[in-house]
């Protein structure tokens, strides 16, 4: 993905040329880190898309000022970064976040600034839940850490009728958001990271081309949502459904859950089987899929098939 967006750059930069106001010296220095490996965070691809949405509506002041926020980004920190949601009334990367992973309208969801209590306690189930995963999936957690650059913990509005669980956004590329008062044990917590991750990889598979060629504004009844939703959105969930069974799957195998959440997550196998069929009935039904959806979906089917019922 840095790859893809150090060509998506340097080509913005050539279009931009005589055109733009922009810092054409620390471009190319940007271009130049993200080829030789300097990882960036999840803002970059922010303000990267911001630019080209501003290029597309031909708003040369937006554009200009899109390059010198996307400029003004500081290369990522070593390791996995773990915090809270900055308050977004006083930082402008908390509002960014805020803004993106909320939606408008009464019923939407919003996410907040957690409690440094909240965050603290969070902190903890999460350490614990990814080192569950380390032992018990050391594949999916050596994946989580390859993709995913920052979690950040938040919470939601209890006065709204949908609330936040986790999330991620294509356009926020490496960050996931987790709600910091849910997800109380390490099986939920290595749960919800399976979930959310295979979104982000999902995401980083669809650089050249889609999963599905479906409209957008064609919609389907989805096997996690009780509104209808794209195409798009019913192949992430039928997909993302047997990554969460193979995860549940190998924790249950491990023999490492406590007898008193074994329940559980035998539940959420269950769950994730009857998830993965029922999405797989709208995508064969519906899906107009790519040579790489339909490859990616095969493997899941194929791997459904072959699971056995705990």
């Not at 930082?91 to 969801?109: F, H, I, N, P």
């Not at 039904?285 to 790519?290: D, Y």
Request: overall charge negative; glycine content about 8%; aromatic content about 8%.
């Amino acid at each position: 993905m840095h790859a893809e967006l150090a060509g998506s750059i340097a080509y913005l930069a050539q279009q931009c040329e005589g055109h733009v106001q922009f810092d054409r010296v620390a471009a190319s220095r940007l271009v130049i880190e993200l080829r030789q490996g300097v990882r960036y965070p999840p803002e970059a691809f922010a303000r990267y898309y911001a630019l080209a949405f501003g290029l597309l509506e031909e708003d040369t002041d937006r554009a200009s000022r899109c390059w010198h926020d996307l400029l003004a980004v500081a290369p990522a920190g070593s390791g996995l970064q773990v915090q809270p949601l900055a308050d977004p009334t006083h930082s402008a990367l908390g509002a960014l976040y805020a803004g993106m992973m909320g939606s408008e309208g009464e019923s939407g969801v919003v996410i907040r600034p957690p409690t440094p209590e909240i965050a603290t306690a969070f902190r903890r189930r999460f350490d614990e839940g990814l080192a569950l995963m380390e032992k018990v999936f050391p594949d999916l957690a050596a994946e989580f850490c390859g993709i995913i650059r920052e979690v950040i913990c938040v919470v939601g509005d209890p006065a709204r009728r949908m609330q936040f669980d986790g999330g991620s956004h294509f356009q926020l590329w490496g960050a996931l958001f987790i709600n910091a008062e849910f997800h109380p044990t390490p099986a939920a917590m290595m749960e919800v990271l399976a979930h959310e991750s295979a979104h982000s990889l999902l995401f980083g598979f669809c650089t050249h081309e889609p999963v599905v060629h479906n409209e957008d504004n064609e919609v389907f009844p989805s096997p996690l949502r009780v509104d209808l939703r794209p195409m798009d959105g019913i192949y992430h969930a039928t997909f993302v459904s047997a990554r969460m069974h193979l995860a549940m799957s190998r924790l249950l195998a491990s023999g490492l859950v406590p007898k008193e959440e074994r329940n559980n997550v035998i539940d959420a196998i269950e769950a994730d089987r009857r998830h993965f069929r029922s999405g797989d009935e709208v995508v064969r039904a519906h899906g107009i899929l790519s040579p790489l959806g339909r490859e990616l979906m095969d493997n899941a089917r194929s791997y459904m098939d072959a699971a056995t019922a705990p």
